[in-house]
C-alpha cells in the first residue's frame, strides 16, 4: 500500500538555523498539506498546497516559513529562522482530491527540537 | 470555526471488551467527520469517515462511529477490543469546504491482555 514518506525522523537543530523538513506524498495525490504537533497538543493545519502554490495557510504559517514542490516527487516545509517554539512534529499528508469528503493520508513525521 | 473534543486523554479496556473512544465536535454547517489512528512511529492512518447517510459507519479493522447530530458526538465503537488496537486515536473534522480539517487532541487507548 503506498504511503507518505519524511524525512528526516528526527531533527535536532539550533535557534535560528534554518530547517528543512522533507516529504514525499503518494504519487497520484495532487493536494498536500502540513500540520504540526507541539508535545501534548492538537494536531493543528499549517499550509496546504496544489498546482504549485498555497490554496490556504493558517496564522501559524508565517513568513518564516515556506513550501516548496522542486520536483515531482518531493514536498518540502521550510523553517527559515526557527525559534524554540517551533519545537514539534511536523505531518506532512496528501490526498486525491480537495472536497470535504476526501480523506488525507499522513506521513510518520518528522520530530523537530530547536534548542 | 469548528472545534473537536476528545474528552478522555486515556482510554483503557481488557482485551475481548468493547471499546469507545468519545468526540465530540462544533462546526456552524455539516460536519463531515474523520477518525485517524497512529501507531507508534507511524503517520495517522485514515479508519472511516462519515459524510451522509447512514448515521453508524463502519472502518478499517473492525472499527466503527455513531454520528449522533443531537449530541454532536461521533464516538469511535469496537464490539471486541485486541491487544493491536493499542494506539493513539485522533478524531478531526471539516465543515467549510476546502477548510483543513480540525483535529482533537487524541486519546490513547490501552488494551490490557
Known amino acids: 500500500e503506498p504511503e507518505v514518506t519524511q524525512t528526516p525522523s528526527h531533527q535536532v537543530t539550533q535557534m535560528g538555523q534554518e530547517v528543512i523538513l522533507r516529504c514525499v506524498p503518494i504519487?497520484?495525490?495532487?493536494?498536500f498539506y502540513w500540520y504540526r504537533q507541539i508535545l501534548g497538543q492538537k494536531v493543528e493545519f499549517l499550509v496546504s498546497?496544489?498546482?504549485?502554490?498555497?490554496?490556504?495557510k493558517s496564522e501559524i504559517f508565517d513568513d518564516q516559513f515556506s513550501v516548496e514542490r522542486p520536483d515531482g516527487s518531493n514536498f518540502t516545509l521550510k523553517i527559515r529562522s526557527t525559534k524554540l517554539e517551533d519545537s514539534a512534529m511536523y505531518f506532512c499528508?496528501?490526498?486525491?482530491?480537495?472536497?470535504?469528503?476526501?480523506?488525507?493520508?499522513f506521513g510518520p513525521g518528522t520530530r523537530l527540537t530547536v534548542t | 470555526a469548528q472545534s473537536v473534543a476528545q474528552p478522555e486523554d486515556q482510554v483503557n479496556v481488557a482485551e475481548g471488551n468493547p471499546l469507545t473512544v468519545k468526540c465530540t465536535y462544533s462546526?456552524?454547517?455539516?460536519?463531515?467527520l474523520f477518525w485517524y489512528v497512529q501507531y507508534p512511529n507511524r503517520g495517522l492512518q485514515f479508519l472511516l469517515k462519515?459524510?451522509?447517510?447512514?448515521?453508524l459507519v463502519k472502518g478499517s479493522y473492525g472499527f466503527e462511529a455513531e454520528f449522533n447530530k443531537s449530541q454532536t458526538s461521533f464516538h469511535l465503537k469496537k464490539p471486541s477490543a485486541l491487544v493491536s488496537d493499542s494506539a493513539l486515536y485522533f478524531c478531526?473534522?471539516?465543515?467549510?469546504?476546502?477548510?483543513?480539517?480540525?483535529f482533537g487532541i487524541g486519546t490513547k487507548l490501552q488494551v490490557i491482555p
Open positions: 499528508a496528501s490526498s486525491v482530491g480537495q472536497g470535504r469528503g476526501s480523506e488525507q493520508y
Open positions: 504519487s497520484n495525490h495532487l493536494y
Open positions: 498546497f496544489y498546482n504549485n502554490e498555497i490554496s490556504e
Open positions: 462546526v456552524s454547517g455539516n460536519p463531515y
Open positions: 462519515y459524510i451522509t447517510g447512514d448515521n
Open positions: 478531526a473534522v471539516r465543515d467549510i469546504r476546502y477548510e483543513p480539517f480540525t
